[in-house]
């Protein structure tokens, strides 16, 4: 078996990348967000003014944050203090091996998890949990610590490093299959790029340009990502590397093609790094035949590898019905039905269950055989035996913990003929966040448009009424679609999914509305206040609309607006200041309190902290987090 150990530093170093962007990107974010004056204090979820015992705090929120007035800070304080521990050790982790180890990967685990646990809605996203897991899999694939030992490939890291693989694995086919077991009819009819370019939350320049790409090659792209996120997975656990090195390259096709069209933060990206687990270190360090035998034998390999994905094709061809036509383009349309694909689905759930426990525990016996054989003397056997089966036992128990989210999620029928025992240790271990269900774009929005809340206000109940605008969301119709990645705007990420219900399903907004009214700084920075038309004082009324954006024709490149846009109904009625609804609803979501907040005894500290929020507000988040990496990168080649 192929060692993993370079691939395995590169995996983990990679991690730390995300984590560093993770982290940046939270950081710019916590006064607007959860600060005491932001739309969502993180002091409403944690009464640091209790008597309660410490240990019955964590029990009942586990979050770091508690530790706040024992260094003499308030939670608005002590997340940045987080987030700032977060960055020094994700950066140091980036930029030297020797700080990817498992203490490490614990401490920011526990920093993501401790801001995860009062984020609330801004923070309920599918990548923070995939972040949550992944990093829980980092603190066992990494070294304990690192020695010139840990630079020699141990029979465990086969073990620790299937984990990722695994993770990897339901990722991508849960997302694949919950678009057809939504039943959404978009993806049902292959039509649902013709939608998602223009519907997707931040879109990128480019997008403007897909989405007019022709149809039948949209259609014939969307058979092609569904048959790379649901078929595909399965050769993961491929016994020849060759096959499974070829499902890297069309995972990575299919994520930079994201990347470039839509504003994803750090997804994709963490995605990519996932899908090294694919890999080994044969992929960086290649060894040519040393005979004809084993010439032969890897000419045998690239047949098999051939064959599978030519069949692959073939199925294709047979159940998307892809045709080319006599003018050229490509035909394609769904050829089974929903009651065919639920049956293949009700035994392919339980197949990749079992491929999962054959693929685990063929490299388990593998890596303790190794163990046993390979190690010189009695006690280094010993040692190492007993690691490998400790670190099995570990991999084993998540993998069968992950099969109750994965199964469910997927094929909730399957859920009656699940352990009860199994049920109930991950209901327990739940809030922890270690295995997660996953599934994207399970339905096209913005069928018939792109809906968008433009906030407005006045001082005149009768108007003119202007509007705010946001630093990346649609709004100005002539303003340049952003790269945005890998950093996460997570107001404006809202603002897309407040478009999509009531401002009654999205209590924050009302939050928004009162922070708006009082001109509060720290809200304002996440908005473009560039273009802040009440810059000098706030205004006396605030309401809100909901438009249709589209995209302007391709016909119109020349054109300097992006969009076009009408207005469909009010969203957010009229509001004031002291208009005692309004004052009521924030009450009752505990924005305004009358008990007095924990003082900042830590004079020093504060001052640093606030010395340090200062500079990076004069930056734009994107940049910054660029610049970082690139130092990174520096530090890298000159070290």
Known sequence: MS??????????????????????????????????????????????????PLLQKMRQKPTLLWLAPYIGLNVEYMLDVLSLFGIIFSFFGFVSQKFCSAPVFAGLWSFYYSIYQVG???MWFQWDLLLLEAGFLCIIVAPFQYSNQSRKSTPSDTVTFWAVRWLLFRLMYSSGVLKFTSGC????????????????????????????????????????????????????????????????YLQLLIQLNIIATGNYNFFNLLTIILCISLLDDQFFHKKRPKNDGSKVLDYLKTLIC?????????????????????????????????????YVLSRSVTYSIWIGAASISFISVNALTNSAMNSKGAQKKFVTTLVTLIYTVIVVFIFTLSVVPYSTSVYP???????????????????????????????????????EVVIEGSNDIEGPWKEYHF???PGDVNATLPFVAPHQPRLDWQMWFAALGTYHQNPWLMSLTYRLLHGQPEVLALLNNAKNPFQA??????????YTYHYTPS????????????????????????????????????????????????????????????LVAKVDATLVLWSVFTAGLAVIMTG
């Open 306 to 342: 051939i064959l599978v994905y030519g069949g692959m094709i073939y199925g294709t061809h047979i159940y998307f019905n892809v045709k080319l036509t006599n003018d050229w383009t490509i035909s394609s349309k769904i050829g089974f039905t929903k009651e065919q694909f639920e």
């Open 120 to 122: 609330q809605t801004f």
């Open 185 to 248: 009819p978009l993806w049902w009819n292959l039509n649902a790029l013709s939608v998602h370019f223009e519907s997707q939350c931040i879109p990128t320049p480019l997008a403007w340009y897909a989405h007019h790409l022709p149809k039948w090659f949209l259609r014939f792209t969307t058979v092609g990502a569904l048959v790379i996120e649901i078929v595909v997975p399965f050769l993961f656990f491929f016994p020849i590397r060759k096959v499974r090195i070829v499902s890297f």
């Open 471 to 473: 630093l990346y969301k």
């Open 537 to 546: 004082r706030p205004p006396k009324f605030i309401r809100a609309s909901l």
């Open 3 to 52: 060692s993993v150990r370079y691939t395995r530093n590169l995996f983990l170093r990679g991690i730390c990348v995300i984590y560093l962007f993770a982290f940046l990107s939270f950081y710019y974010q916590i006064p607007g967000l959860y600060g005491d004056n932001g739309v969502l204090p993180a002091k409403t979820q944690l009464d640091l003014n209790s008597r309660t």
């Open 413 to 451: 029928k399957i859920n009656s003929t699940l352990p009860k025992q199994l049920k109930k240790i991950h209901a327990n271990l739940d809030h922890f966040h270690l295995v997660n269900s996953y599934g994207l774009f399970r339905k096209m929005t913005g069928i018939s448009g792109r809906p």
């Open 555 to 614: 016909d119109q490149s020349s054109s300097q607006s992006w969009w076009k846009r009408e207005v469909m109904s009010e969203y957010l009625p009229i509001y004031s200041r002291d208009h005692p609804p309004l004052i009521e609803y924030i009450s009752k979501m505990k924005i305004l309190q009358d008990k007095p907040n924990p003082k900042v005894t830590n004079t020093t500290f504060k001052a640093l902290l606030d010395f340090l929020r200062s």
